[in-house]
């Protein structure tokens, strides 16, 4: 099978399609035809072993000190179930499905194997660019805004960073849950992030985070640019703060109500967001669809800093 492969961290170059051995599902894992794969800014930030302060030597020890102990990226995943391990038995060849592979990446690939609890069905009313599109942004504002912050009617949310892969479903899903939202954004994005549901809009490029005079009761950061102290400056008393992008020292001073680290990924999350997405409450943003082939230029994209949503490889010849 083809793969996105990469030898050593560096710049998108690193990146290259090669023929690889197709794996082979073991007793309670799935072998999945990939139709659809996210390349997310996590990807990305493995691939250039660009990680939040603090956390490089712990990250190098779990993807490889001196080189990429992983050589295929790629979580995020849409496809079809080529095959079963003898011990799955909720699953059969032909079943659409999709899913997170976890820190075991692997989905940058025509072929994945993934353990059956990892994934969902996917419904047949959601493509497989959106399902592979949701997850990423999805899974993190989901866990953030309705379980640690109990977002809900009323509440107002600041959404820093609105038009990424978390921001835009940080805002879509604050919105589905009651709040009245404010996206941080560039001028360029603000039409859209109004679409998605956005109440106000600050544009970071004219109105910098300090000089905002309002306040919230939640402040989700998806840029990195906040720090606990910066954000708490922007709270109500008692507000949440969410640093989905902290260093390791806010991740340890981070309790209460400041909240960081890693969101799960959870399959009843997956099934959940592709509801809403069938009832229309949820869109899948999407920058760009690539070929495999194109896969550079797809981290290329991602590197930017400024894609739009989600970057998505097709790994299947068209
Ligand atoms: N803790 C967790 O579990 C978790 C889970 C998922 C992701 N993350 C982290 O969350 C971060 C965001 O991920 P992502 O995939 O959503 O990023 P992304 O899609 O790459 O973000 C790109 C977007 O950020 C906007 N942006 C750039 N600078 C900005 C600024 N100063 N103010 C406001 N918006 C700005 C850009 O808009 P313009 O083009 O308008 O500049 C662009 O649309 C990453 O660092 C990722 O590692 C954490």
Do not use: W
């Not at 799955?88 to 194997?113: I, K, N, S």
Request: charged share 20%; with cysteine; net charge neutral.
């Amino acid at each position: 099978m083809r793969a996105a492969v990469f030898q050593r961290y560096g710049p998108p170059e690193v990146v290259r399609v090669a023929e690889v051995p197709r794996p082979e599902p073991r007793a309670h894992e799935v072998l999945i035809r990939v139709e659809a794969v996210a390349v997310t800014s996590a990807d990305a930030r493995i691939r250039g072993a660009r990680f939040p302060p603090g956390f490089g030597f712990l990250a190098r020890l779990v993807f490889g000190v001196v080189r990429p102990r992983r050589r295929i990226l790629g979580s995020c995943f849409s496809g079809v179930v080529e095959s079963v391990g003898s011990g799955v038995d909720d699953f059969a060849p032909g079943d659409e499905v999709c899913g997170m592979t976890g820190t075991r990446l692997g989905a940058h690939a025509q072929y994945l194997t993934v353990a059956a609890k990892r994934i969902a069905r996917k419904p047949p009313e959601v493509f497989h660019e959106d399902a592979a599109g949701l997850l990423f942004g999805g899974t993190s504002a989901l866990c953030f805004l309705r379980d640690k912050a109990s977002v809900g009617p009323g509440v107002t949310v600041l959404v820093n960073g609105a038009s990424g892969a978390v921001g835009t479903n940080a805002v879509q899903l604050a919105k589905h849950l009651g709040a009245a939202v404010t996206g941080v954004t560039s001028s360029g994005n603000a039409d859209l992030v109004t679409k998605l549901g956005a109440d106000h809009i600050i544009d970071y490029a004219q109105d910098g985070l300090s000089t905002v005079e309002e306040r919230f009761d939640v402040v989700f950061d998806t840029v990195g640019n906040l720090s606990i102290g910066s954000g708490r400056r922007l709270l109500n008393t008692d507000g949440v703060l969410i640093l989905a992008v902290a260093g390791l020292g806010d991740t340890i001073r981070a309790r209460g109500k400041v909240v960081a680290g890693a969101a799960p990924e959870r399959v009843e999350d997956f099934a959940f967001l592709l509801q809403l997405a069938v009832e229309g409450e949820i869109t899948a943003v999407l920058d760009s669809v690539y070929d495999l082939d194109e896969v550079a230029d797809a981290h290329r994209r991602v590197d930017s800093g400024h894609k739009l949503g989600n970057v998505i490889v097709r790994p299947q010849p068209r």
